[in-house]
């Protein structure tokens, strides 16, 4: 399949990898917009969280307790972060692997302000 991180995935593409385990790989953003800006990606192949049936969806448990331990590991955990998944077209998802963002470092700009 041509999708941009199952090629991070396999190593085809180089990453700048913060974590790796068996179901998981979390690597920096190339873009980023935060001080860390982090991405948190299952090594399985799902088009989107949309795409997670209700038996798979430990998967999306396992993300949210790799963030906490790089949270810790980074040693933003206290100061706070934000997880942003983005869904689909009008979620403004453009890679179409499911992934979650970490933002922190900087007091991030109030997020509801953003979307009026
Ligand atoms: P999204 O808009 O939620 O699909 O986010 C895709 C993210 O992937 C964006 O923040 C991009 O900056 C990031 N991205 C695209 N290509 C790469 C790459 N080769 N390595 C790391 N991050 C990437
Ligand atoms: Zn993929």
């Known amino acids: 399949m041509d999708c941009l991180f199952c090629k991070i995935i396999n190593g085809e593409i180089p990453s700048s990898k913060v974590y790796e385990d068996d179901k ?19 090594k399985k192949h799902y088009d989107s969280i949309a795409d997670i049936s209700e038996k798979e969806m430990e998967i999306v448990a396992h993300i949210h307790n790799i963030i906490n331990k790089i949270a810790i590991d980074k040693g933003f955990s206290d100061a706070g972060f934000r997880i942003i998944n983005n869904c689909g077209s009008d979620g403004g998802q453009e890679v179409k692997h499911l992934h979650y963002h970490v933002l922190a470092g900087k007091k991030l700009p109030n997020y509801e302000a953003n979307q009026k």
């Open 24 to 42: 998981v790989i979390a690597f920096n953003d190339i873009n980023p917009v935060a001080p860390y800006h982090i991405l948190v990606v299952p």
